[in-house]
């Protein structure tokens, strides 16, 4: 049976909106010359934003496989896949903000960073714990979920504060 892991929604929500509050005055204070471009390059820039926060992991009985959009692959997102049964470590490597980072490490020593912003993560940890036999109690989050749900709220005060400015 194949499992759909998508990116976590409040890490979607955080990156567009922090886009938008950094982004939106921009069409408002553009000379008129650039009115246009800057519409156009706002637009575009959300559509980008959008498209690269849609990546997900596919499981089922055999493999594990990390899934991108086009534009991802562009800008140098790949696309992976690997056979359960082809994994021999997951190696823990920490981070300089205090977390850990997790790769799936196969018999030919190729690294496959463990996607650790996905939604439904208990059951994500389940099915690979299950397929590798391999203990992972410690993996978690990269990140406490408050961070993203506090950029998100701090980006929305942004965009109100901006919309009263430019309406009064």
Do not use: H
């Not at 069409?27 to 471009?37: G, Q, T």
């Not at 390059?41 to 899934?67: A, P, R």
């Amino acid at each position: 049976m194949i499992e759909k892991f998508k990116t976590l929604f409040f890490v979607k929500s955080s990156l567009i909106s922090l886009y938008l509050a950094l982004t939106f005055p921009i069409p408002f204070i553009s000379s008129e010359k650039l009115k246009i471009f800057s519409i156009i390059s706002f637009i575009f820039g959300l559509l980008l934003i959008i498209n690269i926060t849609n990546d997900y992991v596919d499981t089922c009985d055999e493999k594990i496989s990390y899934k991108t959009s086009f534009l991802s692959k562009v800008f140098g997102k790949k696309n992976w896949e690997i056979f359960w049964k082809d994994i021999k470590l997951i190696k823990s490597l920490p981070t300089s903000q205090g977390s850990n980072v997790y790769y799936f490490i196969n018999n030919k020593n190729e690294s496959f960073l463990v996607p650790q912003r996905v939604e439904n993560f208990e059951k994500f940890i389940s099915i690979i714990e299950e397929k590798t036999r391999l203990n992972i109690d410690k993996m978690t989050y990269i990140s406490p979920l408050w961070t993203y749900k506090l950029l998100t709220f701090l980006s929305i005060l942004m965009i109100i504060g901006e919309i009263i400015a430019f309406t009064t």
